[in-house]
T-cell receptor
């Protein structure tokens, strides 16, 4: 099992460019999440998907969109990147009925 | 309004000694608490958890204590090893809201050989 995988690992964007961060899990988990981690800020939830076909906003959704493509895949899109979106992005998944979330290795995004 | 607080940003201990990492929370609806460990350039990994119906949970060198009246939990690592050097996040889950975790800002633990 690969667990939770994320692509790309690194990305540099110019202000105004768009991109999609990809996440996939092979653990048959129902719920999936996108977080961002900034220095001194911990992990902040951007969007989550409790089950296939549903998505909900988290703490910091502005400037992002998500798509739950199927049970395995949950993508995060930046339509017009801003320097404030420079961060490390983590995807996570969770099995129904459990509390623990399992994280991917992260995508380090820099917006210049 | 920060619901999960890790007030000390860092801790340094000697190898073999005890490491105690603290976490406070403000929301009385939280019913499940978790600790995650994160190495640089990796994703957080689940370490240990505790339900609000318990006051202690132990897994090898790691023990989590919960004091509900004080809204406080702590992670004890005994004995500490250099490989334990990492950032540790405390997280909590709402009653009936198990879809989401609320994370603290993290604490960097350094274990010196």
């Amino acid at each position: 099992n690969a667990g939770v995988t994320q692509t790309p690992k690194f990305q540099v964007l110019k202000t105004g460019q768009s991109m999609t961060l990809q996440c996939a899990q092979d653990m048959n988990h129902n719920s999936m999440y996108w977080y961002r981690q900034d220095p001194g800020m911990g992990l902040r939830l951007i969007y989550y998907s409790a089950s296939e076909g549903t998505t909900d906003k988290g703490e910091v959704p502005n400037g992002y969109n998500v798509s739950r493509l199927n049970k395995r895949e949950f993508s995060l899109r930046l339509e017009s990147a801003a320097p404030s979106q420079t961060s490390v992005y983590f995807c996570a998944s969770r099995l129904a009925g459990a509390y623990e979330q399992y994280f991917g290795p992260g995508t380090r995004l820099t917006v210049t | 309004d920060q619901q999960v607080k890790q007030n000390s940003p860092s801790l340094s201990v000697q190898e073999g000694r005890i490491s105690i990492l603290n976490c406070d929370y403000t929301n009385s609806m939280f019913d499940y608490f978790l600790w995650y460990k994160k190495y640089p350039a990796e994703g957080p990994t689940f370490l240990i958890s505790i339900s609000s119906i318990k006051d202690k949970n132990e897994d090898g060198r790691f023990t989590v204590f919960l004091n509900k009246s004080a809204k406080h939990l702590s992670l004890h690592i005994v004995p500490s090893q250099p490989g334990d050097s990492a950032v540790y996040f405390c997280a909590a889950s709402h009653v009936g809201g198990s879809e989401k975790l609320v994370f603290g800002k993290g604490m960097k633990l350094t274990v010196n050989p």
